[in-house]
């Protein structure tokens, strides 16, 4: 398998241990600077703040491809 430069990137990312704590799920928003252990973690912190859930989650910095928003339930 051929990996570009972008890819390879996001895979030394994703191996990455943010703080020498493992990984973290958050968001792919820039003024949204938190992030957890798990996802449901991430998404009642989403709900209990009032952050736009219309963000895509990210784990180490990563995008799952997932809406923040996907996961909430009225």
């Given at each position: 398998m051929i990996m570009?430069?972008?890819k390879k990137?996001?895979?030394d990312r994703a191996e990455n241990?943010?703080?020498g704590t493992g990984h973290h799920y958050?968001?792919?928003c820039s003024y949204y600077t938190k992030s957890f252990s798990n996802v449901n973690d991430l998404i009642n912190d989403i709900i209990s703040?009032?952050?736009d859930p219309n963000?895509?989650?990210?784990?180490n910095g990563v995008s799952t491809m997932?809406?923040?928003s996907d996961y909430i339930v009225e």
């Open positions: 570009t430069v972008s990137m996001d895979v241990k943010p703080n958050s968001l792919n703040s009032g952050q963000y895509e989650i990210t784990w997932e809406i923040a």
